[in-house]
């Protein structure tokens, strides 16, 4: 069984993804009230500071995944056990909660590719050489692609047929807005075969005090992980934030049904990005939005599934029916 990494990002692809991050940062900072998408965050120490966040035994998104696929990996391994198959995950980051699963899969002798896509490079590369010490006399294959979702899938897309199973987990789906969304379900629709299968992690809906304290640790995690985001712009576009001016909180927002993260300046200060050579103002207490976590019902799962070309094959809830994964089926 082989054990490969491919970077899709290095050469010309690293230009073109550094065009991205200034161009989406160039437009975050010249909105009215600022707004950061939540990807730009994940470089590599950005990607080991979220591991650390599924590790809080308060961050149920990933505690209530973990019992999910401890419960329901046996029914997940009978869905799949026919013919060979493909694992296919997106924005995998560490891999952890996946590795019940894959695990059980060799365990159960099934025959299987894996392939991890994300865009922070020293995770999938960590992912990769830790499976191969894991896992070297098995039954599984990977190939770790450092790319972005559709990059990752048009490659695939080259390879023998088999039948897929996209994995979108840890409730990153929460992080578009609805309308993007389904925009992104669809598009990946696009991408796979009649009969693939896509699982997604969602969080749901539920009391505000929870949500609250899931995403506001009191040891600092979730703190030092969003201030994090100053120094990849540092890094990555030579600006001059001062991390100490600036704190961070989030909070669920009833009309936009999501737990918004918000960077505040806590003075009035401007600040200088070199790549994009040109200067921001922040008046003191200004926020600057750098997540937006969206909490889904499950009429509202339903509906992206159905309007987006999907049979809904189940639903896996955790005991408390804080989360879920929801395996829908391609139908062509
Ligand atoms: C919220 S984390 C979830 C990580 C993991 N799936 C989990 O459940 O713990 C989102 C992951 O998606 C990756 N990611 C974000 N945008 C991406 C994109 N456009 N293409 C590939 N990966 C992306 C990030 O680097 C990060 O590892």
Not at 66 to 85: G, P
Not at 197 to 224: C, Q, W
Not at 258 to 269: D, F, G, M
Not at 306 to 320: A, C, M, N, P
Request: with cysteine; glycine share 6%.
């Amino acid at each position: 069984m082989s054990f490969e990494f491919h970077n899709l990002r290095s050469g010309t692809a690293t230009a073109s993804s550094d065009d991205q991050f200034a161009q989406a940062v160039l437009d975050g900072l010249s909105r009215e009230p600022k707004r950061l998408p939540s990807w730009l965050i994940f470089d590599d120490r950005g990607s080991e500071i979220f591991t650390e966040i599924t590790q809080l035994a308060g961050y149920h998104p990933a505690q209530c995944e973990i019992e999910i696929f401890q419960t329901h990996k046996q029914s997940i391994t009978n869905m799949l056990a026919k013919e060979a198959f493909r694992v296919i995950e997106l924005g995998a980051g560490d891999g952890g909660k996946t590795q019940i699963l894959l695990e059980y899969f060799i365990q159960s002798q099934l025959t299987f590719d894996y392939v991890p896509i994300d865009i922070s490079e020293g995770a999938i590369k960590n992912l990769v050489a830790f499976l191969e010490l894991r896992f070297l006399q098995s039954t599984m294959s990977v190939t770790g692609l450092a790319a972005d979702y559709f990059d990752g899938l048009r490659v695939i897309k080259e390879q023998p047929h088999l039948r897929n199973i996209v994995l979108f987990l840890g409730s990153t789906i929460g992080n578009m807005e609805l309308p993007a969304a389904e925009l992104f379900v669809r598009q990946l629709r696009e991408s796979l075969n009649d009969g693939d299968y896509l699982m997604i992690g969602f969080d749901l809906m539920k009391h505000p005090k929870t949500l609250y304290a899931a995403y506001n640790d009191s040891t600092g995690v979730f703190e030092r992980f969003n201030l994090h985001l100053l120094d990849v712009l540092n890094r990555k576009l030579g600006a001059n934030f001062v991390k100490n001016q600036y704190v961070q909180q989030g909070h669920y927002n009833p009309r936009t049904h999501a737990v918004e993260r918000h960077i505040y300046s806590t003075r009035e200060q401007v600040v200088f990005i070199e790549a994009l050579g040109k200067e921001f103002a922040f008046r003191a207490w200004e926020p600057m939005q750098t997540e937006h976590s969206y909490k889904y019902t499950p009429s509202e799962i339903e509906g992206l599934a159905e309007k987006s070309g999907y049979r809904i094959v189940k639903h896996l809830f955790d005991t408390q029916a804080y989360f879920v994964d929801s395996i829908w089926e391609v139908k062509k």
